[in-house]
């Protein structure tokens, strides 16, 4: 799937649930599994798995299901609470269920990440053009009394992954890797990281970054904030599949190795069409990486 592979992969990436230490556990409903075939006014449950990131990348295929199987029944959504909001307005979306509350009846059930491989995708035809989420209107016109205008550049920074992952610290930068975006002139930055990895933002707030964390309640706020944004650099984080799912501008920091979606070499991504990829060249180099994206952030001044 790195090399882009992905009709292999697909199939073999359904051995995930065979892993000892996979993230998201087999889910055991009385409901079988869909494969793919005629709904014919039958319910369908899409259960989101792995991290929040994942899920965001692959809500697009919700829609193309409506598309291909339009005599379906209700599809439901469940997921994570953090994201409930945001995905209520996918297109496709008869309901939203967080994950641990109740379900309504469903006869067949499907993993999310499972969608790719039942669809035949491949680099070619990789579906849903961006934004296929949207910023709620009201929220993004609050942010921008909150954010305001002016002269100089609205960047949002996210620098960590989620601490639960297993390969959290390869996708990190401490902060004062930071420090060099936040020395270049003319740029308003915003701290966007939530949780345990923004521990580092009282070090960065001194350092010039506007800490807004604490108002982040959810990522449907997150993305009323990316709305008023005019470039959102990060890590491999939640927050760069958001910008791409909200066709917001944003530019990814990649280390040497990457999760397979990001594939190799390139500097686009096929999946999400306003991201560029900023790749070590050396495995723990940041520091070039930082160099690079601070020249180009010099050079939108």
Not at 92 to 101: A, K, L
Not at 172 to 192: C, D, I, P, Q
């Amino acid at each position: 799937m790195l090399t882009g592979r992905l009709a292999e992969g697909w199939a073999e990436y359904e051995w995930r649930w065979r892993l000892p230490d996979f993230p998201s556990p087999r889910r055991d409903f009385a409901a079988p599994q869909w494969d793919g075939s005629a709904l014919a006014g039958r319910t369908l449950l899409v259960h989101a798995e792995q991290g929040f990131g994942d899920a965001i990348q692959f809500a697009r295929y919700v829609p193309q299901l409506r598309r291909r199987h339009p005599d379906s029944g209700p599809i439901v959504l469940e997921c994570g609470q953090p994201l409930a909001r945001l995905l209520a307005g996918l297109d496709g979306v008869s309901q939203v269920v967080v994950r641990g509350e109740p379900l309504p009846d469903f006869d067949l059930h499907v993993p999310l990440l499972s969608l790719p491989g039942l669809f035949g995708t491949t680099l070619a035809d990789i579906p849903g053009t961006t934004p296929y989420l949207q910023a709620d209107p009201a929220g993004a016109a609050r942010w921008r009394e909150i954010i305001g205008d002016g002269p100089r550049l609205r960047v949002g920074l996210a620098w960590a992954g989620n601490p639960r992952q297993k390969y959290v610290a390869q996708k990190t930068l401490a902060k004062e890797h930071l420090a060099l975006l936040l020395a270049v002139e003319g740029v308003r930055f915003f701290g966007l990281q939530v949780g345990a990895s923004a521990k580092d933002i009282e070090w960065l707030a001194a350092r010039g970054m506007t800490d807004i964390s604490l108002q982040l309640a959810d990522f449907a706020e997150t993305a009323a904030v990316l709305a008023n944004l005019d470039l959102v650099i990060a890590a491999d984080t939640v927050v760069a599949h958001l910008a791409g799912a909200l066709d917001r501008p944003a530019w990814v920091m990649l280390n040497k190795v990457p999760d397979w979606r990001w594939l190799t070499e390139r500097g686009d991504s096929p999946w999400y069409s306003s991201l560029r990829l900023f790749r070590q060249e050396k495995t723990g180099d940041w520091a070039t990486v930082v160099a690079r994206v601070a020249a180009e952030l010099r050079g939108k001044i």
